[in-house]
Nanobody, 129 residues
Framework: DVQLQASGGGLVQTGGSLRLSCATSGFTFINYAIGWFRQAPGKEREGVSCVSVNDNIKYYSDSVKGRFTISSDTAKNTVYLEMNSLKPEDTAVYYC??????????????????????WGKGTQVTVSS
């Protein structure tokens, strides 16, 4: 069945970098949109970035634009989130999600989490100040 697994989190200092991976299986990867969401303590889960794999359409929230880069590897059915210049406010559990409704992800919009059908367990990112 559809499975997603986020990994690559860890503890870094302000200004550091991490590369998160979302490994997927059980579905036709290129037909899906893949989204990255994060949830900080006491906060609602928010969209960070997404890619419509087939179209290579990408979205970044204003808070991460210019610092994070999303990419997909169709050979490995994996989406990556390269996070640079990390800030303490990036501290959160990061989740990846997938959905066949590819309009959930466009260059100007990432639909809220309730629209996304498939979720993996998150990976913790902690940025120390």
């Amino acid at each position: 069945d559809v499975q997603l697994q986020a990994s690559g989190g860890g503890l870094v200092q302000t200004g550091g970098s991490l590369r998160l991976s979302c490994a997927t299986s059980g579905f036709t990867f290129i037909n899906y949109a893949i989204g990255w969401f994060r949830q900080a303590p006491g906060k609602e889960r928010e969209g960070v970035s997404c890619v419509s794999v087939n179209d290579n359409i990408k979205y970044y929230s204003d808070s991460v634009k210019g610092r994070f880069t999303i990419s997909s590897d169709t050979a490995k059915n994996t989406v990556y989130l390269e996070m640079n210049s990390l800030k303490p406010e990036d501290t959160a559990v990061y989740y990846c999600a997938a959905d066949r409704v590819n309009y959930l992800c466009s260059d100007s919009s990432l639909y809220p989490m309730d629209y996304w059908g498939k979720w993996g367990k998150g990976t913790q990112v902690t940025v120390s100040s």
